[in-house]
């Protein structure tokens, strides 16, 4: 088994959504691992905190935001993942996912990825970084429902409704994002199927898409994963 430590960076996010999404996601990803017989599983190593000293401000189109760049977040993660490793000898671990609820931004030029469903991959001494933002997932309603919801000591039905309906959209677009950047993380390469390897121009594609990876990309991903582990494992037999 190949494990890839999990984690979250949000500090501008509602408790209900890191436990429907983040969490939910987390154990949606592991539970299609498992289901597919592909040796790989999230390990949760715990939120991520960030010093505040690295903040900058970002102007979007919902007005000016205080994000961190994405060097430092790298960096925080690749110090993290060793840290893991360490502390850990006995598995197989050489990645790390983390989830942001903020957009990502780089420092130079300050690129803004604002628009973009994107994930980040970087690779240092063998060690793979990869980060998703949350943030292009969200639906756009959400916030004034939950806010609407939290608002009201009785919020009425159909507002409950929609919080759910909303928090499940989030999260299947965010878990769709998350397979995704698991496939590029094993090599996988964009397709045209209906599969979540087949990256979308539009939020609706995005939505249209199957929960899943078409059969070519699932044969890849499962073969990647277990030559991975082989050369994780030095040689050694599972
Ligand atoms: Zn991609
Ligand atoms: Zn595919």
């Not at 999260?171 to 979308?200: A, I, Q, T, W, Y």
Request: hydrophobic share 40%; with cysteine; glycine share 8%.
């Amino acid at each position: 088994m190949e494990f890839i430590a999990f984690t979250y960076v949000g500090n501008f996010m509602e408790r209900e959504v890191i436990d429907e999404v983040v969490f939910t996601v987390f154990d949606e990803a592991n539970r299609f691992f498992r289901e597919n017989d592909i040796s790989l599983r999230f390990l949760y190593i715990g939120k991520l905190k960030l010093e505040p000293g690295y903040l900058i401000s970002l102007n979007t189109p919902e007005g000016k935001m205080r994000v961190y760049p994405l060097e430092a977040l790298v960096d925080v993660l690749h110090a993290r993942l060793l840290h893991e490793i360490e502390e850990r000898p006995d598995i197989r671990m050489d990645k790390i996912f983390a989830l942001t609820t903020f957009p990502l931004v780089s420092r130079n030029p300050y690129f803004d990825f604002y628009e973009r469903f994107l994930g980040i991959h970087e690779t240092r001494l063998g060690l793979r970084i990869m980060v998703l933002s949350m943030k292009p997932f969200e639906p756009p309603e959400l916030g004034e429902l939950l806010k609407a919801a939290s608002g009201s000591e009785t919020p009425d039905e159909e507002i409950k409704r929609r919080v759910r309906g909303g928090l499940s959209l989030f999260k299947d677009r965010v878990l769709k994002g998350v397979l995704h950047e698991v496939g590029h993380g094993f090599g996988l390469e964009h397709c045209s199927n209906d599969c979540v390897m087949n990256s979308p121009s539009t939020m609706e594609e995005w939505d249209s898409r199957m929960l899943g990876y078409c059969d070519s990309c699932f044969i890849n991903l499962k073969r990647a994963v277990e030559w991975s582990e082989f050369n994780l494992g030095h040689g050694e037999p599972k």
